[in-house]
Each structure stands twice: as structure tokens, then as C-alpha cells.
């Protein structure tokens, strides 16, 4: 019989896990899974648990929100043989089941977990020694999704980004980036810079027309020049809400590596957590890192328009 981790965290979404527990057991018990359960009561339990269990198992099947499902990922890229990954989303915005199509009801998103097949999912490599799933960020709106409170997120979700974004703008900071990627060198200031891999951003920025492949080895790279006044601001936010990037003010370019040079150590955020404050940042796309069991016409790039 095959194994299965099921590998959850308490705190996400309120403790909804317990809600569809056993129905979820029971969906790993049809699918021929032996099941063991292990919960995650600090920050770095996920990565440690997983690297150390990766070698027992033959799929570790995470409950919590992206970021529970990013250490999961960084803990199996420590180790050369890595288990398949399903996920349970139970986070705030998930956009990282958005993007493989898993269903955000938990009994649904088992029993994908359970009988799913798992596709390959590009890693993305940070500086030397740190992981991102789906999005490196930094700028405007990077601060709100480890600066808002949980009870924030669990009350207004989505929302609770935006609004206290929104509340930022009249203080936004700007930076000097130099940004070189394919030989291609931008310099300009800039208050929003994401590396991703992914269809959605926080659920707000949505590049899923763009031709995004999950499994192609490349990066959407997003760049927001400074605009001259706050009402600017406002339009280029609406404009990328609306899923516009062919403002003067908005760079979205597709790259397998890109660096990062500031004037001044800057702030990053890794998959929604604090990523640490860098003078220098370089993005390395590490093709087909893992497996996650997803919907598998999400393997395939979406039309661009």
C-alpha cells in the first residue's frame, strides 16, 4: 500500500480542517494510501517535517494556505528524492490552487489530493539558499500579506489586501532597480516588482490570459514604474486589476533568471511571508522541481491575448 503525509496546519482558515477530516481519510483510504498525520505548530515546522519524512512516503498532501505549501515545497528541495505534493488550501487567498485548478471546498480538494495526478511545477530559487512557489515580491502591497493580521485576513480575505493597500498609496516608496534578465538591462524607479509563477497574485493581479505555463521554466516578471501623482496610482491599480500591462508605467516580460540590484536594502516577500531585506536579489526558474497533484489541463499554457 502506498503512503501518504498528510501534513496539516492548525492555524490556517480558522481550523478548518476539522471540518471534512474524515471524509478526507476516508477519500486517501479508497485511493489505496495508508495515512499517517502530522501537524505543524510553529513557522519552519512544515520544511523541517517534510525533509525529514520524504524519504517514507510516496505523496505528502499539505492543509493550510499557500505558505504551508511553500515550506512544504522548500523542505523537499532539500532532498534528492522528493515525494509527490497534494494541497488542501485553507489559506486566504490560495493562489496557488487557483492556478491547478483545485477546488477550494476541502472534501473536493481530498479527493483531487487522493486520486489526482500529480503534474511537474517550476520551483523558483532565491538568492542561494531559499524557495519560492509562486510569487518574490517587493514594492507596494508586498508588506500587507505578513503586516495584516490573521484575524484581518480571516475576516475580509481578498479584500483585506487591497484595502490596506489602498491606504498605503499616498506613502508608497519608490526605488532605484537596476533589473537584468536575457542580456537586457531596465533602470528605473520603481514601487512594485513581482517574480512569479503563477495565474494570480494575492488574488488581485490575475495574468492567467498571459500564456502562463506552470511547467515551462520561465518567470512572468511584473515591474510598476513610480507614477507622478497618487491619482496616476489609482489608474495604474485599476488598470491591473482589470488584467491591463500595456501601460508605460507597467513592464511584463517572461524570463528564466533575473537580478535584482537596489541603492538600498529593500524588503522582499516569499509566497505572502517575509522574505528579509536585500541590497542584491537574483530569481532562478528550476524547471519541473516537483509534482503537485492538480487539475491536469492546468499543465497547459493558457491562450495569450
Known sequence: MKKLLLLINPHAGKGGYRHGLGEALMRFHRAGFSTTVAFTDRRGDAPRIAQAEA??????????????????VSGLMAVERRPEIGYIPMGTTNDCAASLGIPRDPVQAAGLAASGTAIPFDVGRFNVDRYFTYVAAFGAFTEVSYQTSQEQKNALGKLAYFLDGVGRLPNLTHRWTRVEYDGKTLEDDFIFGAVTNSRSVAGLIHLKDKGVSLS????????????????????????????????EYVALFKTDQVRFTFRDPVPWTLDGEDGGVHQQVECRNIPKAVQIVADPKEDAPAAQT
Do not use: H, M, W
Request: glycine share 10%; net charge negative; aromatic share 6%.
Open 55 to 72: 524519504e517514507r512516503y510516496d505523496r505528502i498532501v499539505c492543509v493550510g494556505g499557500d505558505g504551508t505549501l511553500s515550506e512544504t
Open 216 to 247: 515551462d521554466g520561465l518567470f512572468e516578471v511584473l515591474l510598476i514604474r513610480t507614477p507622478e501623482s497618487v491619482i496616476q496610482t489609482g489608474t495604474i491599480v485599476a488598470d491591473i486589476l482589470a488584467n491591463k500591462f500595456d501601460s
